[in-house]
């Protein structure tokens, strides 16, 4: 049996930044406040709280003062920096840099659909970090459409600026982009077809990996997708996996593979989500071999 992991899986620069910049807080302080997970997988999680990581909610930030609290790779939206700066809380701020990015690029829209009576509208999760964060850019007026049926919430007869999160799928995107295209060519407004404007601001470094998971997936007989149950990335590039390989598997870790799964076969793949430790992927390997 061939175990074998994919070269282009886990972490992203961002994650990886992200958890860099608090091991290094810890190995300094032996403590450090954590605004949300710092990465949606939890075995990362608790490693790292292990170190003294310790993961506060929003509830909790306004209670804290004079003490540092990293923001993680997500980002947050303009009301947290507020009240840090009222808190005298010291901000580690390990947003992406992608996302930082996107954060401004909204602002500025938001500045300028304010004009014209438009909408923001952003492709993504609601209630998701990320999200939140960017949504905080447009006093919240952003609208957030995850499936058609949100699109109701859009009103179609005023300008739109659409954008997306940065871990979502493209195809998704892309499939996104065409429904609103065809709602204002519905309303007859040329012009307003024509001053849509759509950003596709998918993060690249997850972009590039679904054709790139696309292949490993059919180089496999088995694919054993490692991924926190949190991730709206390990959920999008879990479905590339499933679309091109009907055996393929989510799993959180080792504990979670059946045994009937790899019986009759000679190559199993292993890959995971931007917010995969390798190392987990490689206890993931272990097990399987032996298990063969």
């Known amino acids: 049996m061939q175990v074998t992991i994919d070269k282009n899986s886990g972490y ?9 910049m608090a091991e290094d807080e ?5 403590s450090l406040y954590c605004l949300g997970d710092i990465v949606h ?11 003294g990581l310790i993961i506060i909610s929003k509830d909790d930030l306004p209670k804290l003062k004079d ?3 990293l923001i993680r790779a997500h980002g ?3 009301e947290t920096y507020q009240l840090a700066l009222k808190n005298n809380i010291e901000l580690i701020d390990a947003s992406c840099p992608v996302v930082l990015k996107l954060q401004n690029r909204v602002k500025n829209s938001y500045d300028e ?5 438009g909408q923001i509208v952003i492709y993504g999760q609601q209630g998701h970090a990320e999200v939140i964060g960017i949504a905080g850019q447009t006093q919240n007026n952003a609208i957030i459409v995850t ?5 109701d919430k859009v009103d179609f007869t005023k300008p739109i600026s659409f954008y997306s ?10 499939k996104m982009k065409a429904l609103i295209e065809q709602k204002i060519t519905e309303t007859g407004s040329k012009f307003l077809l024509e001053s849509f404007d759509a950003n596709d601001s998918i993060c690249r470094q997850v972009s590039n990996r679904e054709p790139q998971l696309e292949k490993f997936s059919k180089e496999n007989d088995v694919i054993l997708f490692v991924s926190g149950k949190k991730s709206s990335n390990g959920k999008a590039l879990y479905g590339v996996c499933k679309n091109n390989n009907e055996r393929s598997y989510f799993i959180e870790n080792e504990s979670e593979i059946e045994n009937y799964w790899l019986k009759n076969t000679d190559k199993i793949g292993i890959c995971g989500a931007t917010s995969t430790p390798q190392w987990l992927m490689e206890k993931v390997k272990n097990h399987v071999e032996m298990l063969s």
């Open 12 to 20: 992203c620069f961002g994650v990886e930044f992200a958890i860099q």
């Open 26 to 30: 810890l190995s300094e302080s032996g």
């Open 41 to 51: 997988n939890s075995m990362e999680v608790e490693r790292l709280q292990k170190k």
């Open 67 to 69: 003490c540092k609290v």
């Open 76 to 78: 947050e939206p303009p």
């Open 113 to 117: 659909v304010q004009k014209t009576d």
């Open 147 to 151: 499936t058609e049926a949100d699109l």
């Open 165 to 174: 999160q940065t871990t979502k799928s493209t195809a998704g995107f892309y």
